[in-house]
């Protein structure tokens, strides 16, 4: 069957003899219309390939931000916790906490400082542990070279390591 010419003229758009269309590239190389397909098929398969990496990537960062919340709200839980159970040394009292807090089962914060207390009665202020703790005690004398507290006596155990 003979070349016939389509709307396109000469330039482009000719039927070859399979009655397929194709197109003439500017150095004169004749695309088939399959070609030209299977090249977009394949440039959008890249595409897709690069945005599904990227939305991994995203969902990575998605979760690592949801620890870094969960993080920061245990945090905040535990020093609600350690604060209210007058926890004398903040920062040794959470380590502990969290430590506790990394062996149970099913996490609890309230629980993981009431067994902090009953363990290490020393790091909170008003609890007497085995009878060779200072806190609460009276008439515990200072040799030279140590400071006093700026306040008196009733300064809690947080107050006292701020220096206020």
Same mark, same amino acid.
């Given at each position: 069957? *003979?070349?016939?010419?389509?709307?396109?003229?000469?330039?482009?758009?000719?039927?070859?003899?399979?009655?397929?269309?194709? *197109?003439? @590239?500017?150095?004169?190389?004749?695309?088939?219309?399959?070609? =030209?397909?299977?090249?977009?098929?394949?440039? *959008?398969?890249?595409?897709?390939?690069?945005?599904? +990496?990227?939305?991994?990537?995203?969902?990575?960062?998605?979760?690592?931000?949801?620890?870094?919340? %969960?993080?920061?709200?245990?945090?905040?839980?535990?020093?609600?916790?350690?604060? +209210?159970?007058?926890?004398?040394?903040?920062?040794?009292? /959470?380590?502990?906490?969290? +430590?506790?807090?990394?062996?149970?089962?099913?996490?609890?914060?309230?629980?993981?400082? /009431?067994?902090?207390?009953?363990?290490?009665?020393?790091?909170? +202020? !008003?609890? %007497?542990?085995? @009878?060779? !703790?200072?806190? !609460?005690?009276?008439?515990?004398? =200072?040799?030279?070279?140590?400071? %006093?507290?700026?306040?008196?006596?009733?300064?809690?155990?947080?107050?006292?390591? /701020?220096?206020?």
């Amino acid at each position: 069957m *003979a070349k016939q010419i389509g709307q396109m003229g000469g330039t482009g758009g000719e039927m070859n003899q399979n009655n397929e269309s194709s *197109a003439v @590239g500017g150095d004169g190389v004749e695309l088939s219309e399959e070609l =030209m397909w299977k090249a977009r098929a394949q440039e *959008a398969e890249e595409k897709l390939a690069q945005v599904e +990496a990227r939305v991994i990537e995203l969902e990575k960062e998605l979760e690592e931000s949801h620890e870094s919340v %969960r993080s920061v709200e245990r945090r905040s839980a535990i020093d609600m916790e350690l604060i +209210a159970a007058k926890a004398i040394d903040l920062e040794t009292a /959470r380590m502990l906490t969290e +430590a506790t807090i990394g062996e149970m089962d099913s996490p609890d914060v309230g629980i993981a400082v /009431r067994e902090l207390c009953d363990r290490k009665p020393f790091l909170f +202020a !008003g609890r %007497r542990g085995n @009878g060779h !703790g200072v806190h !609460g005690a009276q008439g515990v004398s =200072m040799g030279p070279g140590q400071r %006093r507290w700026k306040r008196g006596p009733t300064v809690s155990g947080i107050d006292q390591l /701020r220096g206020w």
